[in-house]
């Protein structure tokens, strides 16, 4: 499975995927190879991508999630990048 994750500034992609594990807005769910198409809004949340060489760790901030049903998940976000570099304050919404 290809995944690739697109921001304004870069894009990540991933070639060999065999699972994507992510949040949504309304709770966690992950994809494998194949899925049914689906559109959905993610939350503030990692990432886990299962490759064949091990598991990748990435942290997205907000944006959506779309599986074309074959063999493609993109996701569109604000940000991407592994989830030591973020500052938990950075995007912690004001109450």
């Known amino acids: ?11 990540v992609e ?3 995927a065999k ?8 709770g966690e769910m992950g994809v494998l190879d194949k899925r049914a198409p689906i559109i ?8 886990r991508i299962q490759t064949e060489s ?10 959506f999630l779309h599986c074309d049903g074959s063999s493609t998940v993109v996701i569109l ?6 989830p ?3 500052d938990p304050h950075k995007f912690r919404k004001e109450e």
């Open 14 to 16: 991933f070639d060999n």
């Open 40 to 47: 959905t809004k993610l939350a503030i949340s990692d990432v």
């Open 84 to 86: 030591e570099e973020f």
């Open 77 to 82: 976000t604000e940000e991407v990048g592994r």
């Open 19 to 26: 699972l994507i594990v992510f949040k949504t807005v309304e």
């Open 1 to 11: 499975m290809k995944i690739k994750i697109v921001t304004p500034y870069k894009i």
């Open 54 to 63: 091990g598991e990748e760790k990435l942290k997205v901030i907000d944006g």
